[in-house]
């Protein structure tokens, strides 16, 4: 069984193609079924079956940002925000923590994106925004950073790549969108769906592809196959318009065969549950300020709506906001950000939801961590 890894920190600002590098809000899920929350008082897990809460490890000189369960659930890849802002982007810090809570520092940049375990846990990959730009693009869009975890070692893999990437289940390659070129007049962005090996470099296009900031991609546990939300999806050799009309839309990939279906419209993400049986849809627009919920069957017949309350981003206004995407706790149950109204409607607090895959069992668990955490500043 693959276990998913994902986070959640209110501490940064993503999109999938950032000018200016930051992260987006998700959660990270053990194989024991603990959550890993990056919070002000430190890197803290969560256990939903039985309410406990500690802190894992509070970082000195530095805010946690992001963390990833190791997928033996036994260590963490920690990112800590330690400084800068601006048009210079923020320094990050890239950790293991060791079941001891101790911190070995892996690598420190500024502007990343993401990151993700290989399934073999030996490697993490970053995206990063580039400190120049890379031909043919006129802008400075992410790279991919592969991290041998055990050495500390480093090295460029791709460059002018979505910030969303990956691995495949065999830990031999990352699936990426290549950009090859941006519309003149719009925030969308063309290329290939691409499938990356790591050890010598070489591409493979999977599938055409033209996506906005938003544009999301998961692949199946399995390796067969992926979800993808995008504006356009073609094969790989087809001539990609320049501006596409309309929302983000939902498409399934054969990854073997290339063969693609669009399966709907409106989809800001999709996401297979740990086993592949199921996939959680996000709505693209949002309604009452929230984004709809729904769950689908594995290749993407079935929806049912799950959830219309789930928050799509976290700020407003003129302030900052991150891009929230929720998690699969197990084949059963979904995790999400729900947005609770405090004060009438002029403050929106997020609160950490589950909810069974069938609808059932809605449980808010916000109270749990923070009533355990207050005075741990």
Not at 49 to 73: H, I, T
Not at 117 to 133: E, F, H, L, M, N
Request: hydrophobic share 40%.
């Amino acid at each position: 069984m693959r276990y998913r890894t994902y986070l959640w920190t209110f501490a940064a600002v993503v999109v999938a193609f950032a000018s200016a590098g930051c992260l987006p809000v998700e959660l990270s899920v053990s194989p024991e079924g603990n959550v890993l929350i990056p919070r002000t008082e430190g890197f803290v897990v969560y256990t939903p079956a039985d309410g406990s809460v500690k802190v894992w490890n509070k970082p000195d000189g530095g805010q946690p940002a992001f963390a990833l369960y190791s997928p033996d659930g036994k260590s963490a890849l920690v990112l800590t925000e330690t400084g800068g802002g601006g048009m210079g982007g923020k320094s990050v810090k890239v950790s293991l923590l060791d079941a001891q809570g101790k911190c070995r520092e892996l690598l420190s940049r500024t502007n990343i994106t993401y990151a993700q375990w290989s399934p073999d846990g030996k490697y993490a990959t970053i995206t990063r925004v580039a400190d120049q730009k890379i031909e043919p693009l006129d802008q400075n869009l992410p790279e991919l950073i592969l991290i041998n975890v055990a050495e500390g070692t480093n090295k460029t893999l791709a460059s002018n790549v979505a910030g969303i990437h990956r691995w495949t289940p065999d830990s031999k390659s990352v699936v990426i969108f290549q950009i090859e070129s941006k519309s003149k007049n719009s925030s969308q962005y063309a290329g290939k769906l691409t499938l990356l090996n790591v050890a010598d470099g070489q591409k493979k296009a999977l599938a055409g592809m033209v996506g906005e900031q938003g544009a999301f991609f998961d692949v199946s546990p399995d390796g067969t196959a992926a979800m993808v939300t995008a504006l356009k999806v073609d094969k790989p050799d087809a001539a990609l318009p320049e501006k596409v009309d309309g929302a983000s839309r939902l498409f399934s990939l054969n990854l073997a065969s290339g063969e693609f279906r669009q399966l709907g419209e409106d989809a800001g993400f999709a996401i297979y549950s740990p086993k592949g049986t199921k996939v959680l849809v996000g709505s693209a627009q949002e309604k009452d300020g929230g984004i709809t919920l729904s769950v689908a069957s594995a290749d993407g017949s079935s929806m049912k709506p799950l959830a219309d309350d789930a928050a799509k981003q976290t700020g407003g206004g003129m302030g900052a906001q991150a891009t929230i995407y929720p998690v699969w706790l197990d084949d059963e149950t979904v995790l999400y950000l729900s947005k609770y109204a405090v004060y009438g409607t002029a403050g929106t607090n997020l609160m950490l939801t589950s909810i069974k895959a069938d609808g059932t069992g809605k449980t808010i668990h916000q109270g749990k961590i923070d009533a355990a955490l207050i005075g741990k500043k």
